[in-house]
């Protein structure tokens, strides 16, 4: 019994130690069962050789584990190699002879002057020129700045000031208006006489319009010109769609061009607060559009905007000239209300007419106006015809724009980033005046809009001052008629350019 119970303790009370030196003397000899690799896997789990250094600090175990990694960095620093060069030796010098013939494909950089890497080392055979040969042509492509002309870019290109004047003498009926800028110019250089002397135009071509091509050559040493008419498509473009979450991204995502939306969207806020327009209104624009057989294309004047709204008044206007003068009619053929309050830029009304407690001076005091807020850099539009009285600092309000209009009436735009009109100016309604800024006494970039009435300010939403045109007898009959000639264009591109983009190419062997 006493022997039984000696044993279980001395079993009980074995150290690890003990019990890994017995189970790696007897391999093959499970003591509970298990395998001697799981006993020692078990083993290495609860002694923890490697134990987490942030977890249980200043723990015997921490104090075991930090020794544990200080001896393994010392044994490797020990046991490094050095961090001395290894020595070797070094390659011999190559011979005269040899390094000559290597040079030969060497490519060494030739910013650094160096004279291989484009050409073949001499040998015995290679002679030198008396004079470097002269290249026959020199092709060059230009192109039209934004401020340039025709002369000038020739200039630069090097064609000599003869020739540029012979150019023009033969394009200048052709250019009258100037070429646009972007166009670029193929032109061709020869051979000249002497070095003293500028290269002759031997050729120059460029798009003079959008359906004129210009090939001036020169045939017998004389320069002449040739003219190729260029097929164009005058059909206006119609794009319809329907406003989801921004009326500008939907018509961009329908492939309007931005041009065209811009108008659009000045002629809809001149009618109805563009805040107002919600996802499933649908729109109808048509511009002009001229489309060439090159596939080069031209946007010109929005020609009618269209918006019907799932609630409220919807909106159809056409660009119609009356009395000399083009503007924007209703379908009924009224004129396009002159000066009625909508909106002066694209953005929500942020603060009233009254007294208020200023956000910057911190007292309350009479706001003279209504604040727009909107995006800075907004274009900022005239709400009506007038001419600029003011346009500069104007203490408070910053850049500050003001418009005298009939009848004793003026109107203030202040807070702008940027002034776009000067004093004495004549405006219309929808003429950009400035853009929206946060300069003066203003807390973030709004439109800050006052009306005055007789020298003093008023409350905008008070007034309302309007001047229609209504269009009467054979004027209206021809409106009408243009309006339902627009409105019965297909969506999209003309079908003949649609059919001609679509044909399969014709291979001809």
């Known amino acids: 019994m006493f022997h039984a ?7 009980g009370g074995a150290s690890a130690s003990l019990w890994l030196t017995d189970a790696l003397r007897n391999p093959a000899k499970p003591a509970d069962g298990r395998h001697w690799r799981e006993r020692v896997r078990d083993w290495a789990e609860d002694v923890e050789l490697v134990p987490d250094l942030g977890q ?36 011999p010098l190559m011979a005269p002879a040899h390094y000559d013939e290597v040079r030969s494909q060497m490519i060494t950089p030739l910013a650094l002057g160096a004279d291989s890497g ?53 394009a200048s009926g052709d250019i009258a208006k100037g070429l646009k800028p972007g166009t670029p110019l193929d032109i061709l250089l020869g051979r000249r006489a002497s070095r003293d002397m500028p290269r002759p135009l031997d050729r120059l071509a460029f798009r003079a319009r959008l359906d004129l091509g210009l090939e001036i050559a020169r045939e017998d040493g004389v320069l002449q010109v040739k003219r190729t008419a260029i097929h164009v498509d005058d059909t206006p473009l119609r794009i319809q769609g329907v406003v989801g979450e921004s009326l500008y991204r939907s018509a961009r995502a329908a492939g309007a061009p931005p041009k065209a939306i811009q108008s659009f969207l000045r002629v809809v806020a001149q009618q109805i607060d563009l805040g107002s327009v919600s996802p499933g209104d649908r729109y109808d624009i048509i511009t002009e559009y001229r489309r060439a057989d090159t596939g080069d294309v031209e946007v010109g004047d929005l020609l009618f905007a269209g918006l019907h709204r799932a609630s409220g008044r919807g909106i159809d206007m056409l660009k119609w000239s009356s009395d000399g003068r083009t503007q924007w009619f209703e379908a009924s053929g009224v004129g396009q209300r002159r000066g009625v309050l909508s909106a002066p830029v694209a953005g929500r009304m942020s603060s009233s007419f009254g007294m208020r407690r200023h956000p910057i001076l911190g007292y309350t005091r009479m706001h003279a106006g209504i604040d727009f807020a909107a995006r ?97 007898g054979r004027e209206l009959a021809a409106f009408r008629a243009r309006l339902m000639q627009l409105k019965s264009l297909r969506v999209g591109l003309p079908v003949q350019v649609a059919q001609k983009d679509a044909a399969p190419a014709v291979q001809s062997n």
């Open 118 to 170: 484009r050409r073949m080392g001499p040998t015995d055979a290679v002679q030198p020129l008396r004079e470097t040969p002269e290249r026959p042509q020199i092709e060059l492509r230009a192109q039209i700045g934004g401020s340039d002309s025709l002369a000038r870019a020739l200039t630069r290109a090097g064609v000599s000031g003869g020739d540029v004047a012979t150019v023009m003498s033969l």
């Open 376 to 472: 800075y850099g907004s274009p900022i539009y005239a709400v009506t015809d007038g001419v600029v009285t003011y346009a500069g600092r104007h203490g408070g309000h910053g850049n500050y724009v003001r418009l005298q209009h009939g009848g004793g009436l003026a109107t203030g735009y202040a807070h702008m980033s940027r002034i776009a009109a000067r004093p004495g100016q004549r405006v219309r309604q929808g003429q950009v005046i400035g853009y929206v800024g946060s300069s003066g006494l203003s807390t973030g970039p709004h439109l800050h809009y006052e009306l005055y009435r007789g020298g003093r300010t008023v409350n905008p939403m008070s007034v309302r001052f309007t001047t229609t045109a209504q269009l009467e």
């Open 5 to 11: 119970s000696q044993t279980h303790a001395q079993q």
């Open 56 to 91: 249980r600090v200043g723990s015997p175990t921490w104090f075991r584990g930090l020794a544990t990694c200080f001896g393994l960095c010392a044994a490797a620093l020990y046991l490094s190699p050095g961090f001395q060069p290894i020595p070797g030796e070094p390659q």
